[in-house]
């Protein structure tokens, strides 16, 4: 193989909707989340029945992916959450995007030289960072805002998702 490492992380990072949620890229995974959750709230709040749900999931996937549903099977029936009766999981994963990217803004400003020391694969101080901030906490907090404000000085705020995802994919596409 004879490729750089930018065409490498061109070619990991690379943005294509798609129909599977746990096949999607980075960028239009979070898509994928907030149609489920759509279609969740809509339903647990009697807006949508549940025999609906399928035209309902294609003219989504139609209107935010730009894709055409085939059949329920590549459709509103792939996930095993909702034949499983767990309804509200999906927002969780970004829930845990937002938090994550929120994390590595508050270590990146304590420490910046983060990114140098992920390079030379150096993870003990952010370890210790994430463990002093986060996991040392267990349990203590009623919910992960109360952690968040008391450790990062504010409550869950996606501004950081968002940037993370803005400037990744500006960068990579050069727009």
């Known amino acids: 193989f ?12 690379a943005v294509s909707p798609g129909l599977i949620r746990v096949e999607a890229d980075e960028l239009t995974y979070p898509l994928h989340v907030i ?52 309804i509200g999981y999906f927002p969780t994963y970004l829930i845990g995007s937002a938090t994550a990217a929120q994390l590595a803004h508050y270590c990146r400003r304590d420490m910046p030289d983060m990114d140098d020391r992920i390079e030379r694969g150096e993870f003990g ?20 805002d109360e952690m968040l404000e008391d450790q990062l000085g504010e409550k869950l705020n ?9 400037n990744k994919y500006t960068e990579l596409y050069k727009c």
């Not at 004879?2 to 990072?13: D, K, L, S």
């Not at 749900?53 to 509103?76: F, Y």
């Not at 101080?125 to 992960?144: F, N, P, Q």
Request: proline share 4%.
């Open 2 to 13: 004879n490729y750089t490492p930018e065409e490498i992380y061109a070619a990991v990072n």
């Open 35 to 86: 149609l489920r959750y759509h279609i969740e709230r809509d339903v647990v709040e009697g807006k949508l029945d549940v025999k609906d749900i399928p035209a309902r999931w294609n003219s989504a996937m139609k209107e935010t992916l730009g894709v055409d549903v085939p059949d329920d099977a590549a459709g509103c029936l792939q996930d095993v959450h909702w034949s499983g009766l767990a």
């Open 125 to 144: 101080e952010i370890k210790a960072w994430l463990t002093d901030k986060v996991h040392r906490h267990g349990r203590r907090y009623g919910s992960l």
């Open 158 to 166: 996606p501004k950081y998702f968002i940037d993370y995802l803005t």
